[in-house]
């Protein structure tokens, strides 16, 4: 029987009305009584408190030396710029195994003394093992225990924010700081997975619930569960672990070639030395057989992950398949995203066919995101 774990929020989120439900082995808030298209608008328009407790926070500190030898390390196993990291800044990148497939995507931070990395929850456990594993007799990592995670997105967090901390307006994205509240050390990246300006909090377990209850004393702010949370990374474009990107998925086939720095390109002054690196070096040469694309249904009914794309209405022709689809508030009609056999994005404009319960209804291949993001540069 799989262990089902609960965030310190737990108790906090059924008193607010919270609808629970099982996720990456944790009872988890899908949506409050205003609704996912409320949450998600509000989101959109104001600001939205989620819980991302269930994500693993890995502290990855040097063995012996400084802290510049954690990421000559990481970057064994991780095909992004870290040497040149700044202290208090965060990154996006990857764990990649020997064939070139995401093990997990991950947030990393230069924390001066240590990095810290944000990882998904179900593959926090694995990522700790593939740390331990390969690099393990150089430094030392291991999951952080204590800490809660929130995020609040949207473009009111900053305003919601400076009511508690200074200097909230002089960070950027991805700056990364520590202020203390209520005495306790409070870490916050300007950062998060909607494609709005917002940030993501690690506080102490104890304090967790104490200050999600003083943010929601602003008006413009109101908790949002999984659904909002799903439903904005879609509109955004944003991979979601087990759909969009996974173990047979390269990043150039899932286009997050941005994320792979000009030093750690075949040609770099550190390329060459991370799992996969001549898979992905040569996608990046001569392209892949497979690209994820944008998919917008010409009717009202979303098109989910699961359902074959073919190239005719007869279905004879397959020629991808959809991994994460449904309605975008927003925009008001369906989005999808997925792969197709293809080289580059010269399909898009065309229109195919998806197999939704045994019919296949036409959508039309488009580029990505659907929405543009707004993190502040």
């Known amino acids: 029987m799989v262990e089902i774990n609960k965030t310190a929020l737990y108790n906090f989120h059924s008193q607010?009305?919270?609808?629970?439900?099982?996720?990456?082995?944790?009872?988890?808030?899908?949506q409050y009584g205003a609704g996912i298209m409320q949450e998600h608008l509000f989101?959109?328009?104001?600001?939205?408190?989620?819980?991302?407790?269930?994500?693993g926070q890995i502290i990855v500190r040097p063995s012996m030396g400084r802290n510049d030898s954690v990421a000559e390390h990481l970057e064994k196993l991780i095909p992004v710029d870290l040497k040149n990291l700044g202290k208090n800044r965060q990154r996006y990148g990857f764990f990649l195994n020997e064939d070139g497939g995401i093990i997990d995507d991950l947030?990393?931070?230069?924390?001066?003394?240590h990095f810290l990395i944000v990882a998904n929850a179900a593959r926090k456990d694995i990522d700790l093992k593939h740390l331990n594993e390969k690099i393990g007799g150089n430094v030392d990592a291991h999951l952080l225990e204590g800490r809660s995670l929130i995020a609040i997105q949207g473009p009111k967090s900053e305003k919601i924010l400076n009511e508690f901390f200074r200097d909230i307006s002089k960070m950027n994205f991805l700056d990364v700081r520590t202020f203390s509240y209520k005495g306790e050390d409070i870490w916050i990246s300007r950062s998060g997975y909607t494609g709005e300006d917002g940030f993501e909090i690690s506080v102490e377990d104890e304090l967790v619930e104490e200050f999600a209850t003083d943010l929601l004393k602003s008006d413009y702010v109101n908790l949002a569960g999984l659904g909002a949370r799903d439903s904005l990374r879609l509109e955004g474009s944003l991979c979601l672990y087990g759909q969009d990107i996974k173990e047979d998925i390269s990043p150039v086939e899932a286009r997050l070639t941005w994320a792979i720095q000009k030093s750690r390109r075949e040609d770099g002054e550190r390329g060459r030395n991370f799992p996969g690196a001549t898979v992905i070096y040569n996608q990046i040469k001569n392209?892949?057989?497979?690209?994820?694309?944008?998919?917008?249904?010409?009717?009202?009914?979303?098109?989910?992950?699961?359902?074959?794309?073919?190239?005719?209405?007869?279905?004879?022709?397959?020629?991808?398949?959809?991994?994460?689809?449904?309605?975008?508030p927003s925009l008001g009609k369906p989005i999808s995203m997925g792969y197709i056999f293809s080289k580059s994005?010269?399909?898009?404009?065309?229109?195919?066919?998806?197999?939704?319960?045994?019919?296949?209804?036409?959508?039309?291949?488009?580029?990505?995101?659907?929405?543009?993001?707004?993190?502040?540069?």
């Open 16 to 30: 607010m009305g919270g609808k629970i439900v099982p996720f990456a082995g944790y009872e988890m808030p899908v």
């Open 287 to 328: 392209g892949v057989d497979k690209v994820r694309v944008g998919l917008i249904p010409e009717g009202k009914a979303p098109v989910r992950g699961g359902a074959k794309l073919y190239k005719e209405q007869e279905g004879k022709s397959l020629i991808g398949e959809v991994t994460s689809g449904g309605y975008s």
């Open 107 to 113: 947030m990393i931070t230069n924390k001066g003394d």
């Open 345 to 377: 994005g010269e399909d898009f404009g065309k229109r195919i066919f998806a197999e939704v319960r045994g019919k296949l209804l036409p959508i039309s291949i488009v580029d990505i995101p659907f929405l543009p993001n707004k993190f502040k540069r």
């Open 43 to 55: 989101c959109r328009e104001s600001s939205a408190l989620f819980d991302v407790s269930h994500m």
